[in-house]
């Protein structure tokens, strides 16, 4: 099992630009979430899925959007990238009769 | 949703036994207390969890006052290669309420740990 993979590990992109993040995950998971690290900070929530077809904002949600259209994927979305996005990006998910999350390894986006 | 506060940063020396408190005053009759450790470049790793009383498993102890308004994550022994972020995350991870799935992290403790 490949357990939480996110695509891509790195990016840089041009304020202005969009891209997606991709997180899979191959534990038949219902819930995923995405979260952002600052250096030197906590994680903060953007937004989280508790199952295929739903999502929900967490503490810091604007200017990202997200979509669970398959169980096992979360993809997050950047419209049009700000210099304030430049984070590191982690993706977890869990089973829901459990509470450990697991994350995956981290993208690393930098916005020019 | 429970709002945790952790040290920023603790120094400890091999062998000893490191105790990180994290206070949670609003907890809520649904959430549990999970502890997290990060390395740098890598993703949060689950440690040990719980609700009340006293959890033990192969790396920690978590103890946990019977009103629940705190909790202090117990590594005993520790060496070099427990340098590393700890975080308290206290939530309804088993989502039976309303706030299911709103899992917040805190700002976690650094721990230090020198030869």
């Known amino acids: 099992n490949a357990g939480v993979t996110q695509t891509p590990k790195f990016r840089v992109l041009k304020t202005g630009q969009s891209m997606t993040l991709l997180c899979a995950q191959d534990?038949?998971?219902?819930?995923m979430y995405w979260y952002r690290q600052d250096p030197g900070m906590g994680l903060r929530l953007i937004h989280y899925?508790?199952?295929?077809?739903?999502?929900a904002k967490g503490e810091v949600p604007d200017g990202y959007n997200v979509s669970r259209l398959k169980k096992q994927n979360f993809l997050l979305g950047l419209e049009s990238a700000a210099p304030s996005q430049t984070s590191v990006y982690f993706c977890?998910?869990?089973?829901?009769?459990?509470?450990?999350?697991?994350f995956g390894e981290g993208s690393r986006l930098t916005v020019l | 949703l429970a709002k945790t506060t952790q040290p920023i940063s603790m120094d400890s020396y091999e062998g000893q036994e490191v105790n990180i408190t994290c206070s949670h005053n609003?907890?809520?009759?649904?959430?549990?207390i999970t502890w997290y450790q990060q390395f740098p470049s890598q993703g949060p790793r689950f440690i040990i969890q719980?609700?009340?009383t006293k959890v033990t498993n192969e790396v920690a102890s978590l103890f946990i006052p019977a009103d629940r308004k705190s909790s202090t994550l117990s590594l005993p022994r520790v060496s070099l290669s427990d340098t590393a972020v700890y975080y308290c995350?206290?939530?309804?991870?088993?989502?039976?309420?309303?706030?299911?799935?709103?899992?917040?992290f805190g700002q976690g403790t650094t721990l230090q740990v020198k030869p």
């Open positions: 977890a998910s869990s089973y829901r009769n459990t509470g450990e999350l697991f």
């Open positions: 995350l206290v939530g309804d991870v088993l989502h039976g309420s309303s706030n299911t799935g709103k899992l917040i």
């Open positions: 534990m038949n998971h219902e819930y």
């Open positions: 719980g609700y009340k």
């Open positions: 609003n907890i809520a009759t649904n959430d549990y």
């Open positions: 899925s508790v199952g295929e077809g739903t999502t």
